[in-house]
Nanobody
Framework: QVQLVESGGGLVQAGGSLRLSCAASGRTVSLSRVGWFRQAPGKEREFVAAIGWTGGSSNYGDFVKGRFTISRDNAKNTVSLQLNSLKPEDTAVYFC???????????WGQGTQVTVSS
């Protein structure tokens, strides 16, 4: 099993920045990829970004357009998501998720709220 705990959400004005962190524990050796998803009220969960756990490239949702950056620190077992140039439409609960090789995302954190005021 893998446990994921997010932190770093909060309230920020439009144009501001936040840094989200996801701390992984447990059987992390089996992980292949860690990602971030978000869900706004009344909307479906949306892919934000993902990165290989031990290497490999990152990828982003189409809406990101260079505003967000995902990174990992394997020494600390964390994956971070830097959110820049935030817009009110970025307001959502942001979830960290992880998956093992050949599987779908099966491990999820509890989520952290990001609220962007106009």
């Amino acid at each position: 099993q893998v446990q994921l705990v997010e932190s770093g959400g909060g309230l920020v004005q439009a144009g501001g920045s936040l840094r989200l962190s996801c701390a992984a524990s447990g059987r992390t050796v089996s992980l292949s990829r860690v990602g971030w998803f978000r869900q706004a009220p009344g909307k479906e969960r949306e892919f934000v970004a993902a990165i290989g756990w031990t290497g490999g490239s990152s990828n982003y949702g189409d809406f990101v357009k260079g505003r967000f950056t995902i990174s990992r620190d394997n020494a600390k077992n964390t994956v971070s998501l830097q959110l820049n140039s935030l817009k009110p439409e970025d307001t959502a609960v942001y979830f960290c998720a992880a998956k093992n090789f050949g599987q779908e995302y099966g491990y999820w954190g509890q989520g952290t709220q990001v609220t962007v005021s106009s």
